[in-house]
């Protein structure tokens, strides 16, 4: 990675930072009605301040900013020619229209249900698809689970001030390590993931808490297709001398292991209820730890500890050049030790009566 390549690639994160925070400002400034989300509609947030909800809009104008500069400032950078990418490309606009429409109209569910699933076949169509079984069809419909499941999951996720951002950003590092090792700076991948960070850390400026502004459906449904098709390409195919199906397993489990953990312990405890996991409510992870008593800026910060933390440990195992079972064994108990903790932390009674009275008091007020 010689000079010129890193000034290019600092001036493209830094345009991406610059023009996120420019873009997201002037929505603000602007912003009366058009956006706002808790006026009068039925989408449950843990924070019932109606807030304009432009960060996704911000997200995909530098989304098209990075494909547009790309060309021009990296060789090789070639969107024509290559159907993936032109895949990625068509998916990531359908889910952002997906969500754009929902934020609109406050669509039924499944209208997005249906778009996820396009968003899925487009992608498998065009060659993105999760290479993990000798069976082709048996590929395309882990695909399409992956695909529809991380997106339902980072909009589940989007529940609470800096969260889904600091965790989509997690994940984006963890894919920007992989491609690190494997030394693949001059790619799309690459460039995307950087200006990607970028628009995020950009809209995380807003998005601390307290919170000038939300994402809306508009940025979690393409965060969510946007790390669903880089995960595909650079997770789950990811390939060295020597790799083993657990190790391709573990590592998306590794660098989306928040999300996950909270979609897999609301669904199970929703579904223990008697109640649909698709209807929105104040039950997630995030939301039980502040009723223990952490503020929402500490809840956030426990989201960036455990991505920290999982991407140290992604890190070394992208280091290990001879994989065994007792590999495996190690990383999957870390994940499964983040997993039952958060699931843990939803279970009021293991906490006492300060867990009970929290939850509420906070549900009165909301």
């Known amino acids: 990675m010689?000079?010129?390549?890193?000034?290019?690639?600092?001036?493209?994160?830094?345009?991406?930072?610059?023009?996120?925070?420019?873009?997201?400002?002037?929505?603000?400034?602007f912003s009366k009605n058009l956006g706002i989300r808790n006026i009068d509609d039925k989408v449950i947030r843990w924070n019932t301040t109606s807030k304009p909800a432009f960060g996704g809009i911000s997200f995909f104008i530098v989304f098209l900013l990075v494909l547009t500069v790309g060309p021009y400032l990296f060789n090789g950078f070639l969107l024509a020619s290559n159907l993936k990418l032109i895949g990625?490309?068509?998916?990531?606009?359908?889910?952002?229209?997906?969500?754009?429409?929902?934020?609109?109209?406050?669509?039924?569910?499944?209208?997005?249900?249906?778009?996820?699933?396009?968003?899925?076949?487009?992608?498998?169509?065009?060659?993105?698809?999760?290479d993990v079984f000798d069976i082709n069809w048996i590929n395309y419909i882990f695909t399409f689970i992956w695909v529809v499941g991380?997106?339902?999951?980072?909009?589940?996720?989007?529940?609470?001030?800096?969260?889904?951002?600091?965790?989509?950003?997690?994940?984006?590092?963890?894919?920007?390590?992989?491609?690190v090792i494997f030394?693949?700076?001059q790619t799309?991948?690459?460039?995307?993931?950087?200006?990607?960070?970028?628009?995020?850390?950009?809209?995380?400026?807003?998005?601390?808490?307290?919170?000038?502004?939300?994402?809306?459906?508009?940025?979690?449904?393409?965060l969510g297709i946007s790390l669903a098709a880089l995960s595909i390409n650079i997770l789950w195919n990811y390939t060295d001398q020597?790799?083993?199906?657990?190790?391709?397993?573990?590592?998306?489990?590794?660098?989306?292991?928040v999300p996950i953990s909270d979609t897999t312990t609301v669904v199970i405890n929703r579904l223990s209820r008697g109640t649909s996991p698709f209807v929105g409510g104040k039950d997630h992870t995030t939301h039980h730890l502040s009723y223990l008593g952490f503020s929402d800026q500490s809840v956030a910060l426990i989201v960036l500890g455990i991505g920290l933390?999982?991407?140290?440990?992604l890190l070394i195992a992208l280091t290990i050049e001879k994989w065994?079972?007792?590999?495996?064994i190690l990383f999957s108990i870390y994940a499964i030790l983040i997993l039952v903790s958060l699931f843990l932390v939803t279970k009021p009674h293991l906490f006492g009566k300060r867990h009970d009275a929290k939850e509420r008091s906070i549900k009165k007020t909301a």
């Open 188 to 222: 799309f991948y690459f460039i995307l993931i950087i200006g990607l960070i970028g628009a995020l850390l950009g809209f995380l400026f807003f998005n601390w808490n307290p919170s000038k502004m939300y994402m809306g459906d508009t940025g979690s449904q393409f």
């Open 88 to 130: 990625i490309l068509i998916a990531c606009a359908v889910g952002f229209l997906i969500g754009l429409t929902d934020d609109a109209y406050n669509t039924n569910p499944a209208f997005k249900s249906i778009g996820q699933a396009l968003c899925a076949i487009i992608l498998i169509t065009t060659g993105n698809s999760i």
């Open 242 to 257: 020597g790799t083993v199906e657990s190790k391709q397993f573990l590592l998306p489990l590794l660098a989306f292991l």
């Open 324 to 328: 065994s079972h007792l590999f495996t």
């Open 183 to 185: 030394q693949e700076f």
């Open 2 to 29: 010689n000079n010129e390549f890193v000034i290019k690639v600092s001036l493209l994160f830094l345009a991406a930072l610059g023009f996120s925070i420019l873009i997201n400002r002037i929505f603000l400034k």
């Open 150 to 179: 991380l997106m339902n999951s980072i909009n589940m996720l989007d529940n609470m001030d800096g969260v889904t951002t600091i965790a989509s950003i997690s994940s984006l590092v963890a894919m920007l390590l992989v491609l």
């Open 309 to 313: 933390i999982s991407n140290v440990i």
